[in-house]
C-alpha cells in the first residue's frame, strides 16, 4: 500500500479540462472565468457577493482592511489557527488578541469572548475560525459584536460547504453571512476545493464588495463618469495603498468545476468521520474533536486527542501512514512573543489539546481499505500499553 497522506486534492480529467479549454481564451488572467466562478460561489454559499483573491491569507489581509481596521486596533482571535489567521491583523498594523479554545469542539471559546470584551480593552473587530469544519457559535458571536461595535469576519477556510441551523430554525450554509460581515475561504490543495493557490471573500454588503474589489487590484478604480473620464476612457485612480491579490481565469475555471463537486465530497467525508467514530470509539486513549453546532459540518480534518501523541505520530509514518498536526499555537511562535509578549502558559486549554493533537488522514479519494488500515495500525500501536 502506498503512503496516505494526511490530506490532498481530488482531480479529476473534467477539471484538467476545464483548465486546458481556460488557457486557450484570450484573457488567463483575471477575466470572466473569475467573474462566473465568484457569481456560482455566492449562489453556493447563499451571500449576496463573492470577490475571489490569490489565496485565503490574502482574502483574510483584505477582509480587515476592506473594514477599515487601524493601527493600533485590538482585534480578537483564537490561537487555535494557522498563523495567517493572526498575521491578516498584524500586516495591518493591528493587534492580535488572542483568547482560549473550547476543550471539545475546539473552537474559540464563547465565553472566553465575553470575558475579553468584559475587561475594559477596546477592541475593533472578532476573527472566529471554524476550526477543522466545527463550526462556531456564531448567533451569539453577532450579539456580541453588535453591543461592543465589532466588526466579524468569519475564517471559514475549513468550512465550505457547511451547514447549520439557526434559533428559527433555518438552515444556514456557511459564508452566507448572515451573522458576520464578511467570511473568507482558501482553495490551499487540502481544503474543500482547490485552485492550486486561491481564495474567496462573500459579504452581503454593496460598499464592502465594492472596496474589495479596489483592494485586491493596488487599490485602484475607475474614476467616476465625468467629460474628461469619458473621453480620456484609459484614466484609473488608486484611492487606497493596497497591492495584488488577483487570481487567474485558469484557477477559476478549476474552482468552478470543483465546486460542483463540493458537496458530493462532503458526503464522503461525513461517511469516513463516521467510519472513525464508529471504529476508534473504544480505544480510550484518544478523544476526537465534537462537532457541536446543529446541522452538518464540512469535516475538513479528522482530528483526535491522542495520549503518547508524538510516539503515535512517529509510528504511523514509519507505516507510511502521513498524519500532521494542527496547529501550533499562534502564541509559541517566536514573532508573537517577541513583538506581542505572548509566552507559553497564556492559553492552558489550547496548550493542552496541541500537546495531544493529531490529523488522521481524511479526504474523499481515501479509500475505505486505507481507512482500515489507518484503524488497524492505531490499534497496533496501542496494543502495546
Avoid at 488577483?246 to 474552482?255: E, M, N, V, Y
Avoid at 480505544?283 to 462537532?291: E, M, T, V
Avoid at 506581542?340 to 490529523?359: N, R, T
Wanted: net charge negative; charged share 20%; aromatic share 10%.
Amino acid at each position: 500500500m502506498e503512503n496516505i497522506p494526511y490530506s490532498k486534492q481530488s482531480i479529476d480529467t473534467a477539471d484538467i479540462e476545464s483548465v486546458v479549454e481556460a488557457l486557450h481564451a484570450r484573457l488567463i488572467t483575471q477575466g470572466p472565468k473569475t467573474a462566473e466562478f465568484e457569481d456560482a460561489f455566492a449562489e453556493y454559499c447563499g451571500a449576496k457577493y463573492a470577490v475571489a483573491v490569490s489565496n485565503g491569507t490574502a482574502a483574510l489581509i483584505l477582509a480587515n482592511k476592506a473594514l477599515g481596521i487601524q493601527s493600533g486596533d485590538h482585534v480578537i482571535t483564537t490561537p487555535n489557527t494557522f498563523v495567517a489567521t493572526a498575521n491578516s491583523i498584524a500586516l495591518n498594523n493591528g493587534i492580535p488578541h488572542l483568547v482560549d479554545i473550547d476543550p471539545d469542539d475546539l473552537n474559540i471559546s464563547v465565553d472566553q469572548v465575553k470575558t475579553a470584551l468584559g475587561s475594559g480593552q477596546k477592541y475593533a473587530g472578532i476573527i472566529p475560525v471554524h476550526f477543522a469544519g466545527a463550526q462556531v457559535d456564531m448567533e451569539t458571536i453577532q450579539v456580541l459584536a453588535k453591543e461592543y461595535g465589532l466588526y466579524v469576519i468569519e475564517d471559514a477556510c475549513h468550512a465550505l460547504g457547511g451547514k447549520w441551523i439557526d434559533k428559527t430554525g433555518l438552515v444556514r450554509r456557511v459564508g452566507d453571512c448572515s451573522h458576520s460581515d464578511l467570511t473568507v475561504f482558501s482553495f490551499h490543495p487540502v481544503k474543500q476545493i482547490t485552485t492550486g493557490e486561491g481564495g474567496m471573500i462573500t459579504t452581503n454588503d454593496r460598499k464592502l464588495y465594492t472596496s474589495l474589489l479596489s483592494l485586491r487590484t493596488h487599490g485602484i478604480a475607475k474614476p467616476q463618469e465625468t467629460a474628461i473620464s469619458l473621453a480620456q476612457p484609459w484614466l484609473y485612480e488608486m484611492n487606497t495603498l493596497s497591492a495584488n491579490y488577483r487570481i487567474t481565469d485558469f484557477q477559476s475555471a478549476l474552482g468552478l468545476s470543483q465546486l460542483a463537486k463540493s458537496d458530493h465530497w462532503i458526503q464522503r467525508r461525513s461517511y469516513l468521520v463516521a467510519r472513525y467514530d464508529k471504529y476508534l470509539k473504544d480505544i480510550s486513549f484518544l478523544k476526537p474533536q465534537k462537532h457541536t453546532a446543529a446541522g452538518e459540518s464540512s469535516y475538513h480534518l479528522y482530528i483526535i486527542q491522542a495520549q503518547d501523541r508524538d510516539a503515535l505520530y512517529h509510528y504511523l509514518h514509519e507505516h507510511d501512514i502521513l498524519v500532521q498536526v494542527h496547529y501550533i499555537p499562534v502564541h509559541f511562535h517566536p514573532y508573537y512573543q517577541e513583538e506581542y509578549g505572548f509566552s507559553e502558559g497564556d492559553y492552558p486549554v489550547c496548550e493542552e489539546y496541541f500537546s495531544k493533537a493529531l490529523s488522521l488522514p481524511l479526504f474523499p479519494g481515501l479509500s475505505d481499505d486505507e481507512q482500515d488500515h489507518v484503524v488497524e495500525t492505531i490499534r497496533d500501536f496501542y496494543d502495546q500499553y
